[in-house]
């Protein structure tokens, strides 16, 4: 039974591709707290959408783990994912505690999303130093999922010594965040995700999937799905559509990861702060228009070689009826 759930879990990007349309494509949940994001998660699932997703500060900076052990008990079928947690205020013992609750309440709905986070972000706010965070990421997995699928871990490294056991296992799938392309590499050989936020779509085909898949192949597993979170609005106004996301993107090219990424991705010229190549990027970025424009969209980006979508709503005029066009969207797939 145990190697038929680990299966289960560990789907490699083919298999993900079988699946029916709506399957594949989640939501970003942003809320103002717990409470709200609950409710938004109850909405997602009466729409009929298949997976919710949050990150770090989505609900009014509650811990999202916690928030969503909570919408386990009022939800019943809706997938549940994490982009991300921060590694390092926690140690992977500790998360697997926390993913053991969860898993136990609610099997094969939750997807752990672990990221070594952003650095000043962690130094600011917890004082932790970052240093090799590909590597320290890499260990953080070995340790978690030694603990989680095996129910034991014997691990001296550099980062972590560990030996521990568990009476039981949970085979929650381990999923990581990649830009560059070294952590897309990572992801191929670790993971059972990578989760690719705000990334250009020629980028991920091009260069981000064979890296992924070089990683896998060196390691002599499936190539794991990637899970591509992209900007959505349901607006016809472009102008309103791009100074939004414009706004947005310049934010995380504020970032040393992000501005390698759009480099990488041919866009240095928006990362120096040309603004028609900003203007460029966000409309490269963001899936927008009618309700029509934007399901033909999603399909096609679904049909190009991505595995799965996450959608990130922009709001442009009405956030709570646009909200409902999303759901609406994502449950008719």
């Known amino acids: 039974m145990q190697q038929k759930d680990e299966l289960s879990q560990r789907l490699p990007s083919s298999a993900v591709r079988e699946r029916p349309l709506r399957e594949r494509v989640g939501v970003y949940i942003q809320a103002r707290d717990t409470v709200d994001a609950i409710t938004r998660i109850r909405e997602a699932e009466r729409a009929g959408v298949q997976q919710a997703w949050m990150a770090m500060g989505g609900a009014g900076f509650a811990d999202i783990l916690t928030v969503l052990a909570i919408a386990t008990t009022q939800t019943e079928r809706i997938k549940l994912g ?16 926390q993913a053991l609750a969860v898993h136990d309440f609610a099997p094969e709905r939750l997807r752990l999303g672990i990221g070594s986070g952003n650095r000043a972000f962690l130094e600011g706010r917890y004082g932790l130093s970052q240093t090799a965070p590909l590597r320290y990421l ?12 095996q129910g034991r871990i014997d691990h001296q490294g550099e980062f972590f010594q560990v030996v521990d056991t568990l009476p039981r296992t949970a085979q929650v799938p381990l999923l990581i965040p990649a830009l560059g392309l070294k952590a897309f590499r990572l992801a191929g050989e670790i993971a059972d995700g990578a989760l ?3 990334c250009p779509v020629p ?14 192949e060196e390691k002599s597993r499936p190539a794991p799905p990637v899970v591509a979170c992209l900007p959505i609005a349901f607006s016809t106004n472009e102008v309103a559509v791009l100074v939004a996301v414009r706004q947005f993107v310049q934010q995380l090219i504020q970032t040393s990861t992000y501005a390698h990424m759009f480099s990488l991705a041919g866009w240095a010229a928006a990362v120096d702060g040309d603004e028609t190549a900003l203007h460029a990027l966000a409309r490269t970025l963001v899936i927008s228009g009618d309700e029509t424009t934007v399901r033909d969209r999603v399909q096609e980006l679904l049909a190009s070689g991505l595995d799965e979508l996450l959608l990130l709503a922009i709001p442009i005029v009405d956030e709570a009826m646009e909200r409902k066009q999303l759901l609406h969207l994502i449950g008719s797939l």
């Open 196 to 198: 690719a936020s705000l």
């Open 203 to 216: 980028y991920l085909l091009d260069q981000a999937l064979p890296a992924l898949r070089a990683g896998a």
């Open 138 to 149: 890499k260990e953080y997995v070995e340790v978690l999922r030694g603990v989680l699928w």
């Open 82 to 97: 994490t982009a991300i947690v921060p590694a390092s205020p926690r140690h992977p013992l500790v998360m697997a505690q």
